[in-house]
């Protein structure tokens, strides 16, 4: 059984920066596309995607992310990273983890494509 334990959320004041960590455990992570989606607040059901790793270590971000937020792995300690630096108030968000054994590029920031997901951690940002 795939488990995602989202962690290190909390508050910050824009500009400032955070470090989520997801552990996962039941499989190995080296052969899985993984990935950070969002859900902000009072927003559409929908979750959007904000950036993937795929097995082969390439990565891909979302255009409100992109130069500010950095996704990254460690395989030995089956654990992703999002580095999220100069954060602004509409990052605020239930932030999760999602992992999905194989995912083709042109839908990574789909939803509906990942098989796994975690719990969540918030981030908020104040102004």
């Known amino acids: 059984q795939v488990q995602l334990v989202e962690s290190g959320g909390g508050s910050v004041q824009a500009g400032g920066s955070l470090r989520l960590s997801c552990a996962a455990s039941?499989?190995?992570?080296?052969?899985?596309?993984m990935a950070w989606f969002r859900q902000a607040p009072g927003k559409s059901r929908e979750r959007e995607g904000v950036?993937?790793?795929?097995?082969?270590?390439?990565?891909s971000y979302a255009d409100s992310v992109k130069g500010r937020f950095t996704i990254s792995k460690d395989n030995a300690k089956n654990t992703l990273y999002l580095q999220m630096n100069s954060l602004k108030p509409e990052d605020t968000a239930m932030y999760y983890c999602?992992?999905?054994?194989?995912?083709?590029?042109?839908?990574?920031?789909?939803?509906?494509?990942?098989?796994?997901w975690g719990q969540g951690t918030q981030v908020t940002v104040s102004s």
């Open positions: 950036a993937v790793i795929a097995p082969d270590g390439s990565t």
């Open positions: 039941g499989y190995t992570g080296r052969s899985y596309c």
């Open positions: 999602a992992a999905a054994p194989v995912v083709q590029s042109w839908v990574r920031f789909r939803e509906s494509e990942y098989h796994y």
